[in-house]
């Protein structure tokens, strides 16, 4: 019993480690975010946005290997910030955003006409539809407008932030299947909230579905990180810092 309770209270004092350093570099990764942006700018983070860290990355992402179209689910602070990074250093890049909340995709998308990077990225409204799989039955976006919104894009990062999972924790499953032929060969996949059982679920579903359809990736679930890569190619590491 002795035994157990330690190894108990070693797993939730790494728990809390893992969560001061997050903290930490969240800060010190909104202090470089912020330098893209006037001074006085307070930037709308809000509970379901992407942790600066994350943010961080994938713009690492995009500099170091040279990721140039972008997809994005759940549209929000990081559409933001990633756009205004790719006009101020004349990046050759576009992002397109899938949003199911309308006001919320007007929102972003006038924050982007604010800051002068609407060329850069917009956020397209796709309503929530009811979807039906072998491993997936819920609500997800509209696929036939998802189809005409994307047409003949390919996409070499994808980010994963959306539907919200408040009444389905496997919702964001679908994603890579409804895009996974429109990958270039070389891409990366960002899932966020990995920390949660769906998500968790989602990751390793991903994972067997590429492996199945003759993609090798590599990318695992780090306890330390409240996201997770899934990696195709031979790309250099992007991580900012490490725990």
């Known amino acids: 019993m002795k035994l157990i309770k330690k190894i ?21 990764a909104s202090l470089l975010l912020h330098r893209l942006f006037p001074t006085s700018t307070i930037l709308p983070f809000t509970p379901f946005s992407l942790n600066p860290n994350t943010i961080l990355h994938i713009i690492n992402e995009i500099q170091i290997n040279k990721r140039n179209s972008i997809i994005e689910f759940g ?10 990074y790719l006009k101020d250093n004349n990046i050759q890049a576009s992002m397109i955003s899938i949003e199911d909340n309308k006001e919320w995709a007007q929102y972003i998308n006038e924050l982007l006409k604010k800051y002068g ?10 309503p929530l539809k009811e979807y039906a799989s072998e491993k997936y039955n819920g609500l997800w976006y509209d696929v036939a407008i998802l189809s005409k919104a994307i047409m003949t894009l390919q996409f ?4 994963v932030d959306g539907p919200g999972a408040g009444n389905n924790k496997l919702i964001r499953l679908p994603a890579l299947i409804e895009i996974s032929n429109a990958l270039f060969p070389d ?15 989602i990751f390793y579903e991903w994972k067997l579905y590429l492996k199945e359809i003759g993609i090798r990736v590599s990318g695992e679930i780090m306890e330390s990180k409240v996201y997770a890569t899934i990696n195709s190619g031979k790309g250099f590491s992007s991580n900012p810092m490490s725990y």
């Open 8 to 28: 108990k209270e070693l797993a939730r004092l790494d728990s809390y480690f893992n969560k001061s350093n997050r903290n930490t570099y969240d800060t010190l």
């Open 75 to 84: 549209s929000g602070i990081s559409t933001i910030i990633i756009a205004k």
């Open 117 to 126: 990077c609407e060329d850069q990225a917009f956020v397209e409204y796709i």
């Open 156 to 159: 070499d990062l994808v980010i």
């Open 187 to 201: 891409f990366i996949i960002f899932l966020d909230d990995t920390k949660r059982d769906g998500e968790k679920k």
